[in-house]
């Protein structure tokens, strides 16, 4: 699989290397036969007395290092120089008929015919290259390599209760991550590298009236739950880790409760239980000190504090990506169910200045299923992933951050998942 998708690349930058490699060979070839040529085209006028002059021997070997230097780009995929070789060789489009006017006598030139040949030759085969390039960037990326931000790709499935917009990422034991409120299956919110590097399977779907799973596909908790079980046979998954994010705490209790046999653990992270909100939610803004006043109990400020320009240009970015829709509407009139229901392990993770999303949502959680384990993390608000001494993590084309408190998070999960 892997020789398949690197074939491509191999091929283009061995052609490359080749081509600059003879590139180089000629033109020390033409200074040894004709060194003319180059004090024409460095110094026209010049007429110096020695054969091969030592400004040219200079330039020649500044000219051998430079190539040598784009060519060990080239063997090693350096994505910026794949643009730089683009522009230079689509210029060709230029050089290629102000060559063909010189050989004609329509525009005079100093150089031998022979040498205007090889230029005009030159010209043609990067031209060639200019082509391929492009042919390679629009379906392979850089260097057939992919794109460095890729768009990630979601699908549609066709249940019998609506449509899911859902997207499958890894391979492994299966996850279904239901992301909270103002967030479709895009977001970059939560734990896909966590979930990832401990060789899950993600299965994340976009909530009825996010992204472009519509309200008709379940504008309850149950309903909604019912969807994904559908969901799950289209897949072929047999039973599924739920992990419910904020708003999306009903219908993974309720999945969980309707269907014990299908879901074998729950994590909740901040999740609401039954509709319960802090006041002024619905009222959001999109920039981060308005809204990361909803967010936490914390003085603004001091949480502001904690967050370098760094963490809170990454904030920003999903809290202004956030869009509710009509997927809110429907998460406020959310309940749980019966939590008696529930035959799941369930790990409850909630932050401890959380602002949105009290203590009391998991706690209620823990009272009423005897099997629910409570974890309280210090993070500074309802958004715990852009907590304090932020960092980020090696996945960076999914934009996943993470906070000192959520390294103890992620160690929780883990020996949840491990018992």
Same mark, same amino acid.
């Given at each position: 699989?892997?020789?398949?998708?690197?074939?491509?690349?191999?091929?283009?930058?061995?052609?490359?290397?080749?081509?600059?490699?003879?590139?180089?060979?000629?033109?020390?070839?033409?200074?040894?036969?004709?060194?003319?040529?180059?004090?024409?085209?460095?110094?026209?006028?010049?007429?110096?007395?020695?054969?091969?002059?030592?400004?040219?021997?200079?330039?020649?070997?500044?000219?051998?290092?430079?190539?040598?230097? =784009?060519?060990?780009?080239?063997?090693?995929?350096?994505?910026?120089?794949?643009?730089?070789?683009?522009?230079?060789?689509?210029?060709?489009?230029?050089?290629?008929?102000?060559?063909?006017?010189?050989?004609?006598?329509?525009?005079?030139?100093?150089?031998?015919?022979?040498?205007?040949?090889?230029?005009?030759?030159?010209?043609?085969?990067?031209?060639?290259?200019?082509?391929?390039?492009?042919?390679?960037?629009?379906?392979?990326?850089?260097?057939?390599?992919?794109?460095?931000?890729?768009?990630?790709?979601?699908?549609?499935?066709?249940?019998?209760?609506?449509?899911?917009?859902?997207?499958?990422?890894?391979?492994?034991?299966?996850?279904?991550? =239901?992301?909270?409120?103002?967030?479709?299956?895009?977001?970059?919110?939560?734990?896909?590298?966590?979930?990832?590097?401990?060789?899950?399977? =993600?299965?994340?779907?976009?909530?009825?009236?996010?992204?472009?799973?519509?309200?008709?596909?379940?504008?309850?908790?149950?309903?909604?739950?019912?969807?994904?079980?559908?969901?799950?046979?289209?897949?072929?998954?047999?039973?599924?880790?739920?992990?419910?994010?904020?708003?999306?705490?009903?219908?993974?209790?309720?999945?969980?409760?309707?269907?014990?046999?299908?879901?074998?653990?729950?994590?909740?992270?901040?999740?609401?239980?039954?509709?319960?909100?802090?006041?002024?939610?619905?009222?959001?803004?999109?920039?981060?000190?308005?809204?990361?006043?909803?967010?936490?109990?914390?003085?603004?400020?001091?949480?502001?504090?904690?967050?370098?320009?760094?963490?809170?240009?990454?904030? =920003?970015?999903?809290?202004?990506?956030?869009?509710?829709?009509?997927?809110?509407?429907?998460?406020?009139?959310?309940?749980?169910?019966?939590?008696?229901?529930?035959?799941?392990?369930?790990?409850?993770?909630?932050?401890?200045?959380?602002?949105?999303?009290?203590?009391?949502?998991?706690?209620?959680?823990?009272?009423?299923?005897?099997?629910?384990?409570?974890?309280?993390?210090?993070?500074?608000?309802?958004?715990?992933?852009?907590?304090?001494?932020?960092?980020?993590?090696?996945?960076?084309?999914?934009?996943?951050?993470?906070?000192?408190?959520?390294?103890?998070?992620?160690?929780?999960?883990?020996?949840?998942?491990?018992?």
């Amino acid at each position: 699989m892997n020789l398949t998708q690197h074939a491509p690349a191999k091929l283009l930058e061995r052609a490359l290397v080749v081509f600059v490699g003879l590139l180089l060979v000629s033109l020390l070839i033409i200074f040894a036969i004709e060194p003319s040529i180059y004090t024409t085209t460095l110094w026209p006028g010049w007429a110096p007395t020695e054969r091969y002059p030592w400004p040219v021997l200079l330039f020649l070997g500044a000219l051998t290092i430079f190539l040598c230097i =784009l060519m060990y780009g080239v063997l090693h995929h350096w994505r910026w120089l794949f643009w730089p070789i683009l522009v230079a060789f689509t210029g060709s489009l230029i050089q290629i008929p102000v060559e063909s006017l010189q050989l004609l006598g329509v525009v005079p030139h100093p150089y031998p015919a022979w040498y205007s040949l090889f230029r005009g030759g030159v010209g043609f085969i990067e031209l060639g290259f200019a082509f391929w390039m492009i042919q390679t960037y629009r379906h392979q990326g850089v260097w057939a390599m992919g794109r460095k931000k890729a768009e990630q790709v979601s699908h549609l499935a066709r249940t019998k209760q609506g449509l899911i917009e859902y997207r499958n990422v890894g391979q492994g034991s299966a996850v279904l991550v =239901l992301n909270g409120g103002h967030t479709n299956c895009h977001s970059p919110l939560g734990h896909e590298t966590f979930f990832r590097e401990q060789g899950y399977q =993600l299965i994340v779907p976009s909530r009825p009236g996010y992204g472009r799973t519509p309200s008709s596909t379940g504008k309850t908790a149950e309903a909604f739950a019912d969807a994904l079980v559908s969901l799950l046979d289209c897949l072929q998954l047999d039973q599924v880790i739920v992990v419910g994010i904020s708003a999306a705490g009903p219908t993974a209790l309720q999945l969980a409760g309707r269907y014990p046999e299908r879901v074998s653990k729950v994590i909740l992270q901040n999740a609401a239980i039954d509709g319960r909100y802090a006041s002024g939610m619905i009222r959001l803004g999109t920039y981060v000190q308005s809204m990361m006043g909803g967010l936490t109990c914390l003085p603004i400020d001091q949480v502001m504090a904690t967050m370098g320009p760094d963490r809170q240009q990454a904030a =920003l970015a999903f809290l202004q990506a956030s869009r509710s829709g009509s997927g809110f509407l429907h998460d406020i009139h959310h309940h749980c169910g019966d939590l008696s229901r529930v035959t799941a392990p369930i790990l409850v993770i909630t932050s401890k200045y959380d602002g949105l999303v009290d203590s009391s949502h998991a706690t209620y959680v823990q009272s009423h299923v005897p099997q629910a384990q409570l974890f309280l993390s210090e993070a500074e608000s309802h958004l715990m992933w852009f907590s304090a001494q932020l960092f980020l993590s090696e996945a960076e084309s999914h934009l996943m951050w993470f906070s000192s408190h959520d390294q103890e998070i992620q160690a929780t999960m883990r020996a949840f998942l491990q018992a």
